[in-house]
């Protein structure tokens, strides 16, 4: 596609739920990022793939959080028994290679309010 | 341990100069990115610094020095399109290639 694209771009449960988020890279893009950013504050980095397989998984916050990627493609962020402190928005991002200065491309987000 | 520093919020009028400072202290640090986001939108790359000195993209240049733990990000010729949250974040050989740490953000205000 032209972009990055996540789905959905809201999502309200309750806490205790699960919740899945999806995040489509751009076609060809190897590596591919999510973070979460809280009302008002920086982006926090959560996982970083590398075709499908996660380098670097440091900035997951607890067990309840984990992500996979297939095809080397398409990523999901899974979130077990959410908590209110979870309500955030989500953000993914891709680009070409992990490398240092590969600019990287951000999807717009998925929201997540936990009540 | 590991921060970066930015100013909260930064005021100017259409045409101006604004400068944002962005300070870090990072174990093996490699280099200096910055990102746009406009309200409510996706992050959206501007420049990277990996050496030090000045980056010039358009209006927009970026600076780094390494032996001052500093960096900037000048906007030029300030547009009210320019009225957004300005991220530096920073890369180290010590993570993967794949981590950025981002700043808090500092949001610029254009006013007419």
């Known amino acids: 596609g032209a972009g990055v694209s996540q789905s959905p771009s809201n999502k309200v449960t309750e806490k205790g739920k699960d919740v899945e988020l999806r995040c489509d890279p751009i076609?060809?893009?190897?590596?591919l990022y999510w973070y979460r950013q809280s009302l008002g504050q920086g982006l926090e980095f959560l996982i970083y793939?590398?075709?499908?397989?996660?380098?670097?998984k440091s900035g997951l916050p607890s067990d309840r959080f984990s992500a996979e990627r297939t095809g080397g493609s398409v990523s999901t962020l899974t979130i077990q028994r959410t908590q209110q402190e979870d309500s955030a928005v989500y953000l993914c991002?891709?680009?070409?290679?992990?490398?240092?200065?590969?600019?990287?491309?951000f999807g717009p987000g998925t929201r997540l309010t936990v009540l | 341990g590991q921060s970066l520093e930015q100013p909260s919020e930064v005021t100017a009028v259409e045409g101006a100069i604004v400068q944002i400072n962005c300070t870090y202290q990072t174990s093996g640090f490699y280099g200096l990115s910055w990102y746009q986001q406009h309200d409510g939108g996706a992050p959206t790359f501007l420049s990277y610094n990996g050496l030090d000195g000045l980056e010039e993209t358009g209006r927009f240049s970026s600076f780094l020095s390494r032996s001052d733990s500093y960096g900037y990000l000048l906007l030029q010729e300030l547009q009210m399109k320019d009225s957004a949250s300005y991220l530096c974040a920073v890369r180290s050989v010590t993570w993967s290639w794949g981590k950025l740490q981002f700043g808090a953000g500092t949001q610029v205000v254009v006013t007419p």
């Open positions: 793939f590398q075709g499908n397989s996660a380098p670097d």
């Open positions: 076609s060809g893009h190897t590596a």
């Open positions: 991002a891709s680009s070409l290679g992990g490398g240092a200065g590969n600019e990287q491309f």
